[in-house]
């Protein structure tokens, strides 16, 4: 099981990232995928998640509308749209996939992508 992330980098406020996860080694479709996020000094954070059905689950007091999470289960990615970006979104930002299959519970990591937005 793989998940890549990319899109990360240096940005300034005010301006947008594009993060996406690619998934591989598992049936993509069937598992809830998100992202998460560490900041230096930190504990991670959740940041917004979207089921299999596509229903989205948003940490709405980090993001207040600002992000959105979309995924393309032909593709087997999900992506997290950044607009507006402010100097505290600055953190490693982590995909995640998981699911509940039968009597298991799988709990898939990428590796983190950095984003930096300076003021």
């Known amino acids: 099981v793989q998940l890549q992330a990319y899109g990360g980098g240096l940005a300034q406020a005010g301006d947008s990232l594009r993060l996406s996860c690619a998934a591989s080694?598992?049936?993509?479709?069937?598992?809830?995928a998100g992202w998460f996020r560490q900041a230096p000094g930190k504990e991670r954070e959740f940041v917004a998640a979207i089921r299999y059905s596509g229903n989205v689950i948003t940490n709405t007091d980090a993001v207040k509308g600002r992000f959105t999470i979309s995924r393309d289960n032909a593709e087997n990615t999900v992506s997290l749209q950044m607009n507006s970006l402010k100097p505290e979104d600055t953190a490693v930002y982590y995909c995640n996939c998981n699911a509940h299959l039968g009597f298991r519970t799988y709990d898939y990591w990428g590796q983190g992508t950095q984003v930096t937005v300076s003021s």
């Open positions: 080694g598992i049936s993509f479709s069937r598992y809830t």
